[in-house]
């Protein structure tokens, strides 16, 4: 990521589940970014259909979707009740 790397972005993530896409497949690496808050992780590169699967086991996560079903980001929105992200208010 231009600007700042993942491990730098992750601990300034609240209440939002990520998952981590690398080209790194050290296990340390892996290790220590779901220890550092991360809710999944996958190495590049990555079939789309195990990608979409994850983010649905995300989603059904009952402490996401309970506590609040829209997940925001600086400019990033995910309502989690109906599925639909919005990225500077566009769909």
């Known amino acids: 990521m231009p600007g700042l790397s993942g491990e730098e972005l992750l601990p300034k993530i609240k209440n939002i589940p990520v998952i981590v896409i690398s080209a790194k497949v050290d296990i340390d ?37 309970a506590t609040n079903p829209i997940l925001t980001f600086d400019n990033l929105i995910l309502n989690t009740d109906c599925h639909i992200v919005t990225i500077e208010k566009k769909r």
């Open 29 to 65: 690496n892996k290790v220590e970014l779901l220890l550092a808050g991360a809710s999944d992780y996958m190495t590049k590169p990555f079939d789309t259909k195990e990608l979409l699967a994850r983010i649905a086991v995300q989603l059904r996560n009952p402490d996401i979707s």
